[in-house]
């Protein structure tokens, strides 16, 4: 099966795509559409820290890449980024970090000050797998999202990426649910050894999960990383993969990421144009950027982020979208039981 020529019928069945037939992105541009209109929604990145106690071979801060220049932002630091961030009108900001570069603890402490400052902000983070009691103090401490990649549906390959069992990011990602995070999973589209039946498995799953966002984009080689010399799969492959997961999630935040702008100019309006609604500008401060390299050439790593959303918002118009400055909950997770007490959480 060929994931590059998957279409969708008008019963919205998937099925084969023919040569030259786009009805795959008709129908997630339609479904887009009549969910968020030509809005997209902004959240403020911020690259906390790129310590990491893992060694995923794609990674280019893993824990052997020992030419990597290692920083943590300190709780000042952070929210110096998140008032500035506030202050540009985002109401959503995103930790992420390599995986245990904070404490819990930490973490506590600079996710409640952030809460009680900003009692408005959406608080996403992104700080890899944790014991469910720990996530459970996160989200006590005010973190209403997390985003935890499950970055291939192949055990066997994530086995051999990460050294570890898929099965226990899986259960990382249901316990995230169980405590009423909103939640954010996806993949890495072209990793060595995908086939085109991962891909769409790799599809499915972000379906049975039900998630809340769905964030995915291109591997990208590092030559810092024993998969440096592998082979690079056409942006493409991560434009069409967007427009299946629109359909076949169409409630769930779909963000246009920065890898698809790295790999490609208009990597991000070519997403977005086949059903993202999502943009993610790193406000991360600009003297630490060069160091959180999870790939190479990666964009906008000399300015600030809040030059970035002036080029942004021109990107978005460049395709008849508008950003949004709304905190932009996802409407899988409001449309969930009890959504209305949710929202105000
Ligand atoms: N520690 C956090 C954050 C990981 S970094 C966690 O474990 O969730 C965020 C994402 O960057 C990863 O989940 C992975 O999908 C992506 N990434 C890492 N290396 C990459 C590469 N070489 N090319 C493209 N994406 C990469």
């Known amino acids: 099966m060929n994931i590059s020529n998957i279409s969708v019928d008008k019963n919205g069945a998937i099925s084969l795509y023919k040569k030259g037939d786009d009805s795959i992105f008709k129908k997630a541009q339609e479904i887009c559409n009549s969910i968020y209109g030509n809005k997209v929604f902004l959240r403020g990145l911020i690259e906390c820290s790129n310590i990491c106690i893992n060694d995923c071979l794609y990674c280019g801060i893993r824990k052997s890449n020992n030419k990597v220049v290692r920083y943590k ?4 630091e952070i929210l110096n980024t998140v008032k500035k961030g506030y202050e540009y009108g985002l109401k959503t900001f995103v930790l992420q970090s390599g995986e245990f570069s904070y404490s819990v603890k930490e973490l506590c402490d600079i996710v409640e000050t952030i809460r009680d400052k900003y009692y408005d902000v959406a608080i996403t983070l992104s700080c890899g797998l944790m014991s469910k009691s720990q996530y459970r103090e996160l989200k006590n401490a005010g973190a209403n999202r997390y985003l ?13 990426l990460r050294n ?31 086939t085109e039946e991962t891909r769409i498995n790799n599809a499915t799953l972000c379906y049975e999960l039900g998630l809340d966002m769905v964030g995915i984009g291109p591997f990208i080689p590092h030559k810092e990383t024993p998969l440096g010399d592998c082979l690079q799969l056409p942006i493409d492959f991560t ?9 076949l999630l169409p409630y769930a935040n779909i963000p246009a990421t920065t890898a698809a702008g790295t790999l490609s100019p208009t990597g991000r309006e070519k997403m977005l144009w086949a059903g993202a609604n999502v943009l993610m500008p790193n406000i991360t401060p600009t003297q630490y950027k060069k160091n959180y390299l999870l790939y190479p050439d990666k964009i906008c790593i000399d300015e600030s982020g809040f ?27 409001l449309l969930k039981e009890k959504s209305v007490v949710k929202a105000y959480n």
Do not use: H, Q, W
């Open 73 to 76: 932002l300190t709780k000042e």
């Open 148 to 160: 935890m990649r499950f970055e291939t549906s192949d055990e066997k390959l994530y086995r051999y």
């Open 164 to 194: 570890d069992s898929l099965k226990r990011r899986i259960k990382g990602l249901m316990d995230l649910n169980d405590l009423d995070f909103e939640v954010g999973s996806g993949f890495m589209v072209g990793l060595p050894e995908e």
């Open 239 to 247: 434009i069409r993969m967007t427009a299946l997961l629109r359909i």
């Open 307 to 333: 030059e970035c959303l002036g080029c942004l918002s021109n990107r978005v118009k460049s395709i008849d979208k508008e950003i949004s400055f709304k905190r932009g909950d996802s409407y899988s997770f």
